[in-house]
């Protein structure tokens, strides 16, 4: 999604201290973990994978080089990023014709040598409504999926060369990146500049991509927009639900960090840490979206990803009363709010509880008798299985045996 910002001040200030990093040789340094990593804890099955398939540089209409996303891809944590540049919209092509459409992930792969995060081909199949923007990744080569038959006369000209790559089919565009084994999903299908009321919606073209199989996945988050409606659509064509950045300027001025925020990104529920099983997973649908405070993904991925991140530290009667106290942990980035949906009445709260980040928290369960177990029956809140509807978590606590009997 297009940002438009007015920053030129401060473009000339960051300008100036990050031409002090680079001297223009050698890779990112890989970086210790920090508070700003984007943390999740793995499944019992699977490792937990945190990507950004939807990003851009000056190789189209970002503002920024290559190696940036990778250095910000490293501040944050990632598993593996994107650029995805759009191949037709080409706002630089007076400065930076680069006829190689390659060129972004050449350099960010340039860039990431010496880490292990893992950088991602990709591109960005730019049409008009009501075909709109593709994003297509783990692609073999970026120029196989635009042409230009017609240039225009001006090669500068943006506007007439957006055209004339336009004239190309889109089916043939997405044909092309998924020869090339790609995984395809629709992008922001909820842009206002499309939809001027933001309510996505299916439209022939994507019905038939899903029909022959060649869509595979849909953005439900871009940004700093969720859509209901888009959310709809991946469980009724059960696409692969996607988060993303597509970030054009600085991940820091979109999302401050420092201040504790995040990006959008993608958990990919991988069987290990590899591009190929990264790649698996998306087709396979195993993904959960971090967006804001919000988990969202289909109950299969969701609720075991909520399962690790959960844990009953500890749950024992207080001294001879009837009331147990349980401390609950919480392993992720998110602050888990949970809603009682258990018969039992807490001490010092109503039904509602939260766990801060990377936290614990304690309640106290006013018992009706000695009991030798508990299950305890938690909605949480800040995680989502559909639109409107919230997991919904229990757990049966055994209490220690010395205490269950006076
Ligand atoms: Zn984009
Ligand atoms: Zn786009």
């Given at each position: 999604?297009?940002?438009?910002?007015?920053?030129?001040?401060?473009?000339?200030?960051?300008g100036l201290?990050?031409?002090?990093?680079?001297?223009?040789?050698?890779?990112?340094k890989p970086?210790?973990?920090?508070?700003?990593?984007?943390?999740?804890?793995?499944?019992?099955?699977?490792?937990?994978?945190?990507?950004?398939?939807?990003?851009?540089?000056?190789?189209?209409?970002?503002?920024?080089?290559?190696?940036?996303?990778?250095?910000?891809?490293?501040?944050?944590?990632?598993?593996?990023?994107?650029?995805?540049?759009?191949?037709?919209?080409?706002?630089?092509?007076?400065?930076?014709?680069?006829?190689?459409?390659?060129?972004?992930?050449?350099?960010?792969?340039?860039?990431?040598?010496?880490?292990?995060?893992?950088?991602?081909?990709?591109?960005?199949?730019?049409?008009?409504a009501p075909?709109?923007?593709?994003?297509?990744?783990?692609?073999?080569?970026?120029?196989?999926?635009?042409?230009?038959?017609?240039?225009?006369?001006?090669?500068?000209?943006?506007?007439?060369?957006?055209?004339?790559?336009?004239?190309?089919?889109?089916?043939?565009?997405?044909?092309?990146?998924?020869?090339?084994?790609?995984?395809?999903?629709?992008?922001?299908?909820?842009?206002?500049?499309?939809?001027?009321?933001?309510?996505?919606?299916?439209?022939?073209?994507?019905?038939?991509?899903?029909?022959?199989?060649?869509?595979?996945?849909?953005?439900?988050?871009?940004?700093?927009?969720?859509?209901?409606?888009?959310?709809?659509?991946?469980?009724?064509?059960?696409?692969?639900?996607?988060?993303?950045?597509?970030?054009?300027?600085?991940?820091?001025?979109?999302?401050?960090?420092?201040?504790?925020?995040?990006?959008?990104?993608?958990?990919?529920?991988?069987?290990?840490?590899?591009?190929?099983?990264?790649?698996?997973?998306?087709?396979?649908?195993?993904?959960?979206?971090?967006?804001?405070?919000?988990?969202?993904?289909?109950?299969?991925?969701?609720?075991?990803?909520?399962?690790?991140?959960?844990?009953?530290?500890?749950?024992?009667?207080?001294?001879?009363?009837?009331?147990?106290?349980?401390?609950?942990?919480?392993?992720?980035?998110?602050?888990?709010?949970?809603?009682?949906?258990?018969?039992?009445?807490?001490?010092?709260?109503?039904?509602?509880?939260?766990?801060?980040?990377?936290?614990?928290?304690?309640?106290?369960?006013?018992?009706?008798?000695?009991?030798?177990?508990?299950?305890?029956?938690?909605?949480?809140?800040?995680?989502?299985?559909?639109?409107?509807?919230?997991?919904?978590?229990?757990?049966?606590?055994?209490?220690?045996?010395?205490?269950?009997?006076?």
């Amino acid at each position: 999604m297009k940002r438009n910002r007015q920053m030129a001040v401060a473009l000339c200030i960051m300008g100036l201290s990050f031409a002090g990093l680079g001297h223009g040789h050698g890779g990112e340094k890989p970086m210790p973990p920090t508070d700003r990593f984007i943390q999740f804890p793995d499944t019992d099955e699977y490792q937990t994978l945190v990507v950004d398939l939807h990003t851009h540089s000056v190789f189209s209409d970002g503002h920024v080089w290559p190696r940036i996303r990778v250095g910000e891809a490293l501040r944050d944590g990632l598993d593996a990023v994107a650029i995805t540049e759009h191949l037709e919209y080409q706002p630089h092509l007076a400065d930076i014709p680069h006829p190689d459409r390659n060129r972004a992930y050449q350099d960010a792969l340039a860039a990431a040598e010496g880490t292990d995060l893992m950088i991602i081909a990709g591109t960005e199949i730019t049409r008009e409504a009501p075909i709109g923007h593709l994003n297509t990744v783990f692609i073999t080569d970026a120029n196989g999926i635009f042409t230009v038959t017609t240039p225009p006369a001006d090669a500068s000209d943006v506007r007439a060369y957006f055209e004339s790559a336009n004239q190309w089919p889109a089916e043939e565009a997405v044909e092309a990146a998924n020869k090339q084994g790609g995984f395809v999903f629709w992008n922001h299908p909820f842009w206002p500049a499309i939809y001027p009321n933001g309510l996505a919606r299916m439209e022939t073209f994507h019905s038939q991509m899903i029909e022959k199989g060649q869509l595979h996945g849909i953005e439900i988050v871009n940004g700093d927009t969720y859509s209901e409606e888009a959310h709809q659509m991946a469980l009724d064509h059960e696409l692969t639900l996607i988060g993303v950045s597509d970030v054009h300027d600085l991940i820091d001025w979109d999302y401050q960090p420092e201040l504790g925020g995040h990006r959008p990104v993608t958990l990919v529920l991988a069987t290990e840490r590899s591009a190929d099983a990264l790649k698996a997973g998306l087709f396979a649908g195993r993904t959960v979206v971090w967006f804001k405070n919000m988990l969202i993904g289909n109950e299969a991925n969701l609720v075991p990803l909520l399962r690790s991140i959960l844990d009953v530290e500890s749950a024992a009667y207080r001294r001879d009363l009837d009331i147990i106290d349980i401390v609950v942990s919480n392993d992720s980035d998110a602050t888990i709010q949970m809603k009682n949906l258990s018969p039992y009445t807490f001490e010092h709260s109503g039904d509602y509880l939260e766990i801060p980040p990377h936290g614990t928290t304690s309640f106290s369960i006013k018992a009706p008798t000695r009991l030798t177990e508990v299950t305890i029956d938690f909605e949480i809140l800040n995680a989502l299985t559909a639109p409107k509807t919230h997991p919904r978590l229990t757990h049966k606590i055994t209490l220690p045996e010395d205490q269950v009997a006076r």
